[in-house]
């Protein structure tokens, strides 16, 4: 087992970097609150990029941990998760979950956690009998606390042959593809709540120099050090069909949303009066980091999961 | 990144297997607590066992033959111990002589004292390691047992107190950290001093701990006379050594902590349906969310391997000595729980359990105490990891 990056993967993550500096500033993530069209520069520049997804798993998980770091809005995720179960040119979304809000394969015309539904070219269905392309019926955007992501109702029919899709698989990677946003997205937090509590001064000293707040720290740098293995850990397993590769993206998916929350929690309370401000960019990332948590499974629902693995 | 291990690894895997089929006593396979203090003895089958590792070449692997190694790769010496953990297979019974004294001495030691390693690996010299004190505890660097020398080249007369000195009941010899300099600042004013345990005027008296067991003691030290030639590394900079010690100690032991934890909840599953609470949502959670935290932790330990082995420091073992200490202790609060009213029965008539998951609760308590506490590890993960002011 090797956890060492390869110059290409240490290329691939610097690249990501700094496009997503460049392209994904917070004003973008701010300006896409009210108008979702703002994004539409961001996917121009990360369209070519949905060719990770046929990859790896570890290089998919390598680019989208830059994105839940910018907080990236619009297509990107649904595209490339969309991407495993079929071909098509563009974005895409995937209408799986039910109405009670599981992503589980079932039959129902209705579907919820759509995510992006009424701004891609393509929404993608699993039915009992396979996957197919499917017109949308009716459309119902659904508010979320998270302002840098859309998710909708909507009612489906098949409009293609149903394919058979290995469901289980696709989730597998799904669950790991969110988790390695939501380490972004946590190691932004943590990194934001260093830095401020470095420059900080209260009682004359950063507040960083006192154990109450350096305690904290350390317990929300553990949590993402765990999130962050356990992540590309399962990332691995899946590339390499290995039989610990069920155990390990619940793991993964449990962890990084654990990690998230937890920062997003400490990192507030770290931050004080100013984190508590729209001003400031923390509420962005707390609203995602609860909305990721629940997307694709909350954590209680992947320990679940863990159980009958494990006690069955 | 990838999972899998190469061929060379694999057969190196292999290699050790069969070894062990071959050569591990029925007695190394009980899955003993790697954590716990020693005895007033080694029992004969954990010295031969030693002696058979360090002869074969499995004692540190990745020592030359002649410390008991096979010159393994570092990925090989992680496969070892992965290996010994799955198994439950300890190296040995005393861990100061092979961890600690050793890669010290061959590290700062001069030729004499380097000859010293081959037994204390091999497990034929038993140390101890005078750290701790009555008032130096976390605050390892106020230690105040003194060293005085007696003229440029004459003796050091050492008087002072250790404390937890695990396996000094049985040691030949004491890896004893002296202060030689009070004035100087208190990091800068310590020393190392070897001193043989039959000294005169060294009293070692037994230790009686929470769980009632008495496995380390302390260490009395009135006018004890010590050659000078017995001063590991430079006069006052025995806190270098201090560092050096605590890096061995917890070098490779990540593995073996992970490992414990992930037998305890292997261990939970199996309690949970004996006491017919496999079922119940609450017990389920609580073993679900321990498997997370164990899982991931493993993963993190093979990350910091990753940066370890290409020479790089890995503060992933503070992190792993934190989360293990503090994950083990409440696993086995729960296991307590688990049985419900029968917890805190230690009985052999009434149940299998005989009070083993609240013993261990009990000796879990030093987990977190011991080798810098969980406090200390957050204080040293705040600063030196994440960069924040002291």
Same mark, same amino acid.
């Not at chain 1, 699993?126 to 859309?150: K, M």
């Not at chain 2, 007033?40 to 954990?46: L, T, V």
């Not at chain 2, 497990?123 to 005085?148: F, H, K, Q, Y």
């Not at chain 2, 009434?350 to 998951?357: M, Y």
């Given at each position: ?224 050090e765990?999130?962050?293995s ?83 | ?18 070894? =062990? ?45 002649? +410390? ?15 290996? +010994? ?19 010290? +001495? ?139 010690? =605590? ?7 990540w ?12 261990? =939970? ?28 932790l493993?993963?993190l330990g093979y990350k910091g391997f990753?940066s370890f082995?290409?020479?790089?420091s890995a503060p992933e073992h503070s992190y792993l000595k ?8 409440? =696993?086995?609060? +729960? ?50 990891i ?5």
């Amino acid at each position: 087992m090797d956890f060492t990056m390869t110059d290409e993967q240490v290329l691939l993550r610097d690249t990501a970097r700094a496009l997503l500096a460049k392209e994904c500033p917070s004003s973008l993530v701010r300006a896409h609150i009210d108008d979702p069209a703002a994004a539409e520069p961001l996917w121009k520049q990360l369209s070519e990029w949905v060719e990770l997804a046929g990859g790896p798993l570890v290089d998919l998980c390598l680019f989208l941990e830059e994105c839940g770091a910018v907080l990236a809005p619009g297509p990107f995720l649904p595209t490339v998760l969309a991407a495993r179960l079929m071909d098509f040119e563009g974005t895409a979304t995937v209408a799986m979950a039910g109405i009670d809000g599981h992503w589980s394969v079932n039959d129902e015309s209705t579907r919820a956690f759509v995510l992006e539904a009424d701004r891609v070219d393509h929404v993608v269905a699993v039915w009992s009998s396979g996957v197919t392309a499917a017109n949308v019926t009716a459309i119902r955007q659904v508010g979320s606390v998270d302002s840098t992501r859309r998710i909708f109702e909507v009612d489906v029919r098949p409009v293609s042959p149903h394919v058979a899709a290995n469901i289980d698989d696709w989730l597998e990677r799904a669950y790991v593809a969110v988790a390695a946003e939501l380490v972004g997205t946590a190691r932004w937090l943590l990194q934001a709540s260093i830095e401020y509590a470095k420059q900080r001064v209260q009682f004359d000293v950063p507040i960083g120099s006192f154990q109450a707040i350096q305690h904290k720290l350390a317990n929300m740098s553990l949590a993402v050090e765990r999130a962050v293995s356990a992540t590309y850990y399962a990332a691995m397993a899946i590339d390499a069909d290995d039989e610990d590769r069920h155990r390990a993206a619940h793991v993964a998916k449990a962890a990084a949303g654990r990690a998230a929350t937890l920062c997003a929690k400490d990192g507030i309370q770290i931050h004080g009066g100013i984190g508590y401000t729209w001003e400031h960019d923390l509420h962005l990332y707390i609203r995602r980091a609860y909305a990721s948590e629940a997307l694709l499974g909350t954590s209680g629902w992947h320990h679940d999961r863990l159980a009958d693995l494990l006690l069955r | 990144m990838k999972l899998e291990w190469s061929a060379e690894d694999e057969a190196f895997r292999a290699e050790l297997i069969a070894f =062990l089929d071959e050569h591990a006593p029925a007695e190394a396979k009980v899955g003993r607590d790697f954590t716990e203090g020693g005895g007033f003895e080694i029992p004969k089958w954990a010295r031969e066992w030693q002696a058979t590792l360090f002869d074969h070449g499995w004692m540190i692997p990745g020592y030359p033959p002649e +410390l008991g190694g096979r010159n393994a790769t570092p990925t090989q010496t992680l496969i070892y111990m992965e290996e +010994l953990a799955r198994q439950r297979i300890p190296r040995s019974l005393h861990f100061p002589g092979y961890a600690i004294a050793a890669p010290s +001495l061959l590290e700062f030691g001069d030729d004499e004292q380097k000859a010293l390693a081959p037994a204390s690996i091999r497990g034929d010299l038993v140390w101890c390691i005078g750290m701790s004190e009555p008032n130096a505890g976390s605050d390892l660097a106020s230690l105040t047992t003194r060293a005085v020398q007696d003229g440029a080249d004459g003796p050091f007369i050492v008087n002072g107190q250790k404390v937890w000195t695990s396996y000094s009941m049985i040691a030949e010899k004491c890896f004893c950290y002296v202060r030689t300099d009070p004035s100087a600042s208190k990091h800068t004013g310590i020393s190392v001093l070897i001193i043989d345990m039959d000294t005169p005027g060294i009293e070692v008296r037994p230790l009686r701990h929470l769980t009632g067991a008495e496995d380390f003691a302390e260490v009395f030290f009135t006018d004890v006379e010590v050659p000078a030639k017995h001063l590991v590394g430079g006069l006052n900079d025995g806190w270098r050594i201090t560092m050096g010690s =605590l890096a061995h100690e917890r070098g490779g032991l990540w593995i073996q902590s992970v490992a414990m934890v992930q037998q305890t909840v292997d261990d =939970l599953c199996s309690l949970a349906r004996r006491c017919g609470r496999a079922d119940d949502a609450g017990v389920r959670r609580r073993i679900a969310e321990a498997y997370e935290e164990v899982a991931s932790l493993r993963a993190l330990g093979y990350k910091g391997f990753a940066s370890f082995a290409q020479g790089s420091s890995a503060p992933e073992h503070s992190y792993l000595k934190l989360a293990t200490s503090e994950l083990g202790k409440s =696993l086995y609060e +729960l296991g307590m729980q688990i049985q419900g009213p029968y917890g805190a029965v230690a009985d052999p008539q009434r149940g299998a359990e005989n009070g083993r998951w609240a013993h261990s609760f009990f000796v879990s308590f030093a987990n977190t105490i011991a080798g810098g506490s969980s406090e200390i590890q957050r204080n040293i993960i705040a600063t030196r990891i994440l960069g924040l002011p002291r």
